[in-house]
């Protein structure tokens, strides 16, 4: 064990690369998942095929440590305490890192059960650690732990905390006082597989071996036939159990190192953020749902808000006000509402096929304390509309740790609310006149496009039964809402209007019909 240690250490302390190589300190359990290999690794590579990623798998406490000395150029761990330190003394490229999945831990343990766990507390994870330390005790079972400072061996420590079972100064079973462990209670010093397969073979006097890992990398040792003397006892804590429904949810954040740490460090911010935009993308975040597959998902989506938007449709009067309402909650389980953060109402005009939409924000709102929001907005142009959250730097709340401890934050999200069309107006008063010069004057709206698309067609007719419409004259409105326009008419009795086209903007309209007398 100590040789594997060695080697981890060695791969960790690698000079980060410039250029197209990403250096990633991170967590063993994706790569144990095989989330890494299967997922990860070729799925960014086809979306950035510019980048190399050179992942080095570590505990969390080991991956920030090497984060911090610069031998890395992202960061992908899942222990919110530690990850906390790190972002309050700036080593994150932005306020926070970025909520990318969660999975969560299980507690296998001996097919006999010495501690009776899946009989007692088969949803409960603090009464399941107090029934392997009495069984512990009485020398019938053993415990073993990552003792690594990693994320998994940080929740241990939450979990232990919770009990009535005595800690040592490091926050594990054993002496209080001191730095000594419990003699049922092992430290493997190793990745989450290598715990797991020690666990199995259970190298200790005293009864079979317990351990917690997370349920991604247990099932993968399984379904490999490397596991076959171990059983899930306690998993899924119950909502009433001590610690609530999340002390066994497992949270991922991914980080771009800040720089600026380590000036005389060359990190790859550009290939951070690639990392970073490839793990909260929509197809990546979506493939979760089927690894390793769709039955039995290790990890699931969670760098976006559920968001709902009322939908907004059909043709308005121009300057019409409407209203969009909804709410964002979290995906991870028991998350609270996600108060106090912005949202925006954007639109876009209709565009030409096989292009995407262009986008701007019409109004801006603030989620409220029960994370609902109230945008309103002024028909003034046909188009698409959606709401927009945009990277905030809000977090999601690890419910499994006491105070809550924020983690990632939120990634910018979308939800559709449909699309509307606007009905223009065009007023036309009594038309002056002076000799055969006649001057129109009247209100359109809305106001005409600072694009100069807008204009405005003088028709007339003579009287008469079978008199066509033509077009007397054309002219481009200027912003605004009123025009004025003279036309010069060969005698006779006229007929005349004017229209107010603004294509895609607005559908067109029609003055009233004036009639008038030339000489």
Request: net charge positive; charged share 15%; aromatic share 6%.
């Amino acid at each position: 064990m100590a040789l594997v240690v060695a080697i981890l250490v060695a791969l960790s302390a690698a000079p980060a690369a410039l250029g197209s190589t990403v250096i990633v300190q991170g967590t063993t359990d994706i790569r144990d998942a095989g989330l890494l290999e299967e997922v990860i690794e070729p799925g960014f590579h086809e979306a950035f095929p510019q980048y190399e990623m050179k992942y080095i798998a570590v505990g969390t406490g080991q991956a920030i440590a090497n984060a911090k000395a610069g031998q890395g150029d992202a960061l992908v761990v899942h222990a919110p305490s530690q990850e906390k330190t790190f972002v309050e003394e700036g080593y994150s490229l932005e306020p926070r890192g970025r909520a990318i999945f969660y999975s969560d831990y299980v507690i296998p343990g001996p097919l006999n059960d010495p501690a009776g766990v899946l009989a007692k507390a088969p949803h409960n994870a603090v009464l399941a650690f107090e029934l392997i330390a009495k069984a512990g005790e009485e020398g019938k079972a053993n415990f073993v732990s990552r003792g690594d400072n990693s994320g998994t061996n940080t929740q241990e420590k939450a979990i232990w905390k919770l009990t009535k079972i005595e800690l040592n100064q490091l926050g594990e079973p054993g002496p209080a006082g001191t730095k000594e462990d419990a003699p049922w209670y092992h430290r493997a010093g190793v990745g989450q597989a290598e715990t797991v397969l020690l666990t199995q073979q259970c190298p200790f006097g005293g009864g079979g071996c317990y351990e917690m890992t997370d349920r991604g990398t247990f099932n993968r040792l399984v379904s490999k036939g490397s596991v076959t003397s171990l059983e899930i006892v306690s998993q899924d804590n119950e909502a009433s159990a001590p610690g609530g429904r999340n002390l066994l949810t497992n949270p991922f954040t991914v980080y771009a190192i800040n720089p600026a740490k380590e000036p005389g460090i060359n990190i790859n911010v550009e290939g951070a953020k690639a990392l970073m935009t490839y793990l909260t993308s929509e197809g990546f975040q979506a493939r979760l749902a089927s690894f390793p597959n769709a039955s039995a998902p290790a990890f699931f989506a969670d760098a976006h808000p559920k968001m709902t938007a009322s939908s907004v449709s059909g043709a308005l009067a121009a300057g019409t006000a409407f209203t969009v309402t909804g709410g964002a909650t979290g995906l991870l389980p028991g998350a609270p509402a996600i108060a106090g953060v912005p949202v925006n109402l954007q639109q876009a005009p209709y565009p030409p096929a096989g292009q995407a939409a262009t986008y701007t924000t019409i109004a801006s709102a603030t989620t409220a304390a029960d994370g609902s929001y109230s945008l309103q907005g002024v028909a003034n142009r046909e188009g698409l509309l959606r709401v927009e959250m945009p990277n905030t730097g809000a977090a999601w709340p690890n419910l499994a740790v006491t105070p809550l401890i924020a983690s990632g934050s939120l990634t910018q999200t979308f939800a559709a609310v449909g699309s509307i069309g606007v009905r223009s107006r065009i007023s036309l008063k009594k038309p002056a006149k002076k000799k055969r010069t006649v001057t129109l004057r009247g209100t359109f709206g809305p106001a005409a496009t600072p694009a100069g698309a807008t204009t405005l067609v003088i028709q007339g007719r003579k009287s008469g039964r079978h008199a066509k419409w033509q077009g007397l004259k054309k002219l481009r409105a200027r912003e605004g809402v009123a025009y004025k326009v003279t036309v010069k008419l060969k005698p006779g009795r006229w007929k005349l209007r004017v229209r107010y086209r603004d294509p895609g903007v607005v559908s067109p309209a029609t003055s009233r019909t004036v009639s008038v007398s030339v000489r």
